[in-house]
Each structure stands twice: as C-alpha cells, then as structure tokens.
C-alpha cells in the first residue's frame, strides 16, 4: 500500500485506509474462508489536486474494492 502511495507521491500519514471484513471494519487477520476482505482508501482533496480545490477544499477522494475472499 505504501508503495502505490509512494508511487503517486502521496503520504501514507495523508490516506486513511479502512480494511473490512464482510462489510465490518476488522483486522484482515481475523476472517475465515469465504469472508469477503475489501479495502477502503480515502485521501483529503487538498492532497492530490493539481490545482488549488477552492471549492472542494474538505472534500476527500474515496475508492473501495473487494480484493479477494479468504480461501483455505
């Protein structure tokens, strides 16, 4: 994750990342088979805008993804 971050010079002290287990937030650690894992990341605006966010300067870019489902 910090690599990507790195990548697109963004902090990883700038994003917060939410990991969930079935729709939970929880350690990934703690899902068993056929758990859905996914991963939100949420980044403020002011962090990753080329121009200066005048009118979306509390604003927060968000992605979400369903990465795997636990297997055996």
């Known amino acids: 994750m910090n690599k990507v971050l790195a990548d697109h010079n963004i902090t990883a002290g700038d994003a917060n990342l939410k990991i969930m287990?079935?729709?939970?937030?929880a350690d990934a650690g703690t899902a068993v088979q056929n758990d859905k894992i996914s991963v939100a990341v949420s980044i403020p605006i002011a962090k990753v805008c080329w121009i200066p966010p005048t009118f979306l300067s509390s604003g927060s870019v968000e992605s979400e993804t369903v990465v795997m489902m636990r297997q055996r």
């Open 21 to 25: 287990v079935n729709d939970k937030v």
